[in-house]
């Protein structure tokens, strides 16, 4: 109720508690790194915004540290923000006594870490949320095991984000027969089941010129950026990948691949990168290792859903101290709709948004599934084909006829709404 006047005299003021809770859009471009470096601090998410802030804390580029040369890679590749985790090799029987220098080799149980300590890749649960995962190779000319990447995928699934795994050195050496072996290669990783939708491959690794170090990288940081490149450009919706997903400072790769070797690895589950002339290295396509194929095994569409889902879980929160009253859903409802609006309008999912629905005319003897559910069976009634199962009015425009949103039988939740079908069904049996 209105309080005393605190102004002027003949004037309140009544606060007014707001219905509408707003369902901000989530970050989908923040990139984990999990791996060694020469300083810092152990088993705790740093977040970095540029290389300079990555060589002032973590010590720049170093030859034996490939986790150095994927954070270059992102920021190079238009990263923005990205969460780097140091990992060194733990001695001796107690769990907190590590190594004073950052060079010895790592382990998979370095890697993984415990998840009750939060060491390792579980350090993450220290971070609200990340992206996309980037765990280099330990050595220059190593390789990821198996068992650590298998983890990573399971836990990427738990925190609605994506893995990319990078593949081993030996694939791509030797030219003839590289995608024969990264297709026998990528079915040894084991990663399968529901996990592998949220992790994708790319081959082959790249080069680079750099004097300090000679042979190939790992194209993880690099891909990452390319990543973060697109969603800031266009969106999660669109596909990293096409001439537009240039790997920018990357002077080669490390094998050629033909158009044979990629019809050969794209029903593995596997990304090439090629070399393009004129252009330059490119990714040539965003798929996921899930098998057999599903509605997930595009990389766009699976982070679009990911992009949703983690928007939901952060803007409904409110929701689970509400009482059970018949208004908050309507409210939720109501923000679930203003999060699909963006990318609908922006061409992140098919068909025409609300107000530009396409009418067509029931004839007889049509059969719609989506229309009968609706009740509506009147030949010459014109109906919305842009939402099934939705009758609507409509009006004359000067462009045309339009659909009225909200207006029909299934219109908004309400007494009148309900009695209007309730009366609809027991005349149309």
């Known amino acids: 109720m209105p309080t005393t006047p605190t102004i002027r005299p003949g004037v309140f ?27 810092g601090p152990v088993d705790e998410p740093t977040a970095v915004a540029s290389w300079t802030e990555f ?133 040894a990783l084991g990663l399968t089941g529901v996990e592998a939708q949220n992790a994708a491959l790319f081959f082959p690794r790249i080069r680079q010129p750099d004097p300090e170090r000679q042979g190939t990288f790992a194209p993880c940081g690099a891909v990452a950026g390319v990543i973060a490149r697109t969603d800031a450009r266009w969106g999660v919706w669109k596909a990293p990948a096409g001439t537009a997903a240039v790997l920018l400072g990357t002077a080669g790769l490390q094998t050629d691949l033909s158009d044979a070797d990629i019809g050969m690895l794209g029903p593995a589950g596997i990304n090439c990168l090629r070399l393009l002339p004129g252009i330059g290295p490119v990714v040539r396509s965003a798929r996921t290792l899930r098998r057999p194929a599903d509605e997930f095994m595009y990389i766009p569409v699976r982070r679009l859903a990911l992009f949703i889902e983690e928007s939901l879980v952060q ?23 203003c999060v699909h609006g963006r990318p609908l309008a922006a061409g992140g999912f098919s068909g025409q948004p609300a107000g530009r629905c396409l009418l067509r005319e029931v004839r007889p003897g ?64």
């Open 13 to 39: 003021i009544e606060e007014v508690p707001v219905s509408a809770r707003p369902i901000r859009e989530v970050p989908t471009s923040v990139t984990a790194f999990v791996g060694r470096a020469l300083q």
């Open 55 to 187: 060589e002032n804390r973590f010590g720049g580029l170093l030859r034996d540290y490939p986790l150095t040369y994927a954070v270059r890679d992102f920021f190079a590749n238009g990263g923005r923000q990205a969460v780097v985790v140091r990992v060194v090799a733990r001695t001796g029987r107690r769990p907190m006594r590590v190594c004073a220098k950052g060079g010895a080799p790592l382990t998979v149980d370095d890697y993984i870490g415990g998840e009750a300590g939060k060491r390792g890749l579980y350090a993450l649960e220290k971070v609200d949320r990340f992206n996309l995962l980037c765990i280099p190779p330990d050595t220059p000319d190593g390789n990821v095991p198996a068992a650590v990447y298998r983890r990573a995928a399971g836990y990427c699934y738990r925190r609605r984000a994506m893995l990319i795994v990078d593949p081993d050195r030996e694939w791509g050496e030797g030219g003839d027969g590289a995608a024969r072996r990264a297709r026998d290669g990528v079915q």
């Open 315 to 337: 803007g409904l929160r409110w929701a689970v101290f509400e009482p059970g009253l018949r208004r908050a859903p309507g409210r939720g409802t109501c923000r679930r709709r």
């Open 366 to 429: 049509d059969h719609d599934p989506g229309r009968e559910r609706a009740g509506d069976r009147r030949p010459g009634r014109r109906v919305c084909a842009g939402e099934t199962g939705r009758v609507h009015r409509t009006q004359d425009t000067g462009a045309g006829r339009r659909c009225q949103p909200g207006i029909g039988l299934r219109g908004p939740a309400g007494d009148g709404c309900r009695r209007k079908r309730r009366r609809y069904r027991d005349a149309h049996p």
